[in-house]
């Protein structure tokens, strides 16, 4: 094995790749499983998604080591360490929560979209964290960042499957009516107070890093926005009842509004934030 | 009369400020405003020169934009009374969901008797009502409910997270009023120091002071004396880049500033800016010898106060050219190109601030570290780049490029922001209140057992009205299904 840095790096990109494509597969038999439960292929569903979660453990870790600084840095990094978090997250709270074992298939669909985008956008290369990013604070935001992404996913998971009425039968349970809609309502409820803690940790990092905890800066401004839209949310649930497709569409466009905050903001507009990422 | 028409005002206000549309346009609303805070440049946050070339690219929104505001959006009067109405909607909100919630833990404490009509709920469980009760009663409290029975007729309820969104809201209110308390009372002063300056408050100002609310100068006596040394014996270890900090002597005390690791100061928080770099000091010489004021040896302390000037050569008495090249140096970014006149020589050459063969030795002086690259163009002889440290010359035609010295320069905030910590108490406060809400749904049920049959035979009919806050819709289904439940459980112990 070629062990000089090039040789590193590609090690690390195959192992980002190789995660890249059993997350597809697992997606797609994720979602097989929705519509033919009856296939037997689709008894592979969870091995393959096992041996993604390995493989992109393993590159993660190899990336750490390689980069000597946490996951938090690139967006590949970022995107890589969310999709990570979302499978452990996602694999443990179906046991506890059997209903959102139905929203597999949109959650791996959308991880292998993003792996995908962000593997062809960026490099496996590795870059010195800037000092603004050595204090504690900084990780707490990216991982409240992370659980809220989660969070939103789900909820949309079970609006997903929703709006298009599958019953899949077989031992797959698929929430419907009231109990999809209190599984959304709280979905999004525990979302939003981690996008909170998210917003909280954040401003106190920009006090580290640039002396001001709030500067009305694009991302800064997006974030708000994002926890505005979720509160707009939670209103409409609690005070007006919505439920059904309606909360379903209404989960879907509050998850856009999340994705394009975290991500899509520093592709856009000009911001502090943006600067520090590194492609 | 007059009393009345005011109080009739009054509670058409709050009747409107009650309103969750009310509430929800609010929210829309500064979600339109904060979008166009993004979408158009900000005068604050991306420059003059970002808005200048958004105005000139946009000619026919740009009166539009001017006349709401746009550029400068989130200190527009407008926006502030945006945000104002949405405070004070809050606080109607709040005040009206602290009654809800009083009321619903009164029903929890309530002892009225039950009386559920026809349209509640039914089921049947075995045994008579005083055989089945009990285990009602056990079901219920393994449901996290609190119960009240009197013989064969139940209350219970899990009111706990009803008082979540109330408080929530209060701790909003009052974050709202520490914002704009704390603005009133914060302020910050930039100071700009080249090493071996000192700041002494009093004697010449403080740079980039500018409060919205609050004009007033910063008192001199809260502010220490800050003297900028750039030199790391006592601080220089592995892994640690000091080119992003200061040290500094602070009241006579050395102290080192690193980002993200603000000094408090006589109650006030020192941090290290964002803009530091590095002022070179060049000069150009006639006749390869030193004359006059360019002869001095050393550098020249530019004055307390004094931010670090930039530009081409100027002429001095003597015939020489004199000229402080300003090299900004933010996080790991590469070392700016600065171009300068050379009038006697009628050209331009480059001037590149890079890192010398003991760039890594922490423990040297930092004109020690760093080396000026010097181009000049094509047509001058001397057409390839020349790296000069501290003291060394260059000769172009009949004149000597001197590099004479090179001294870092930074930006130093110092501010005081009394109410953050409350803010922060309050914030925290505002999370725990959405967890008590949002894992604690509020449920409530009536129920009533009447005994049906006779003898042996006698089974219970349940009547049973529940309430289920949102995040237990379920509720209902799944406490019928665990009523049935018991059916099954008596079935197998019989």
Redesign the interface.
Known sequence: MNLSPAGLADLDSLLYWVATALYAVAASLHLLRLYFPEWRVVAWADRILGAALAANTAGLLFHWYRAGHAPYISRLEVVSSTVWLAVVVFILARRWIPDLAATGGFLLSLATLALGFVGTASTTNVS?P???F??VWLGIHVVFTQLFVICALLASGIAYVELTGITPGGRLEVPRG??A??LI??LT??G??FL??MI?AGA?WA?????R?W????IE??S??CW??Y??EL??????GW?GRRLAWLSFGALVVALFSMFG?VLV??SIHGS?MVR | MVVNKARGKLRTVVRLFRSPYVAIALIAGFIIASSVGVLVPQEKTSGTAAVEAFRKAHPVLRPVLEAVDAFRVFQAPWFIALVGLLALSTLVCTVDQLARARRAAAFARSRAPVALDSGAAELILHGSPEVAAPRVEGLLRRLGLRVWRSGATFRAWNTTGRWGSPLFHFGLVLIFGAVVAGAALQWSTTVVLTEGQTFVPGQGPPHGYDQPWNRQAPDPARLPQLKLIKHYPRYARRGYAPDAASELVVDGVPRLLRWGAPLSVRGLTLHQGRRYGALVEVVLVPGGESQGAAAQSGPRDPGPGAPPAFGGLYPLPDGSFHGGLVFLNQQDAEKQVRVADLPPLRTTASFRLVPGPKAGRYELPFDRRFQLEVVVPPESPQARPVVLSVGESLTLARWRLEFRSLRYWTTLTLSAAPLTPLLFALAWWCVAMLALAALFPERRLELVLEGVGEGGAMRSRVRLRTWAGRGAFAFPERLKEALEGLNEEEAKTS
């Open positions: 010195e800037p000092l603004s050595a204090t009231r109990a809609d209190d309502y709280r409820a525990v939003f107070i909170t803690v909280i106190i006090n580290h890093a640039w002396g905890y500067g009305w800066d694009s401004v997006w708000l926005i505005l839209i509160a707009l209103h409409l649930i609690r005070t007006f439920h903001v507009f000009p520090y």
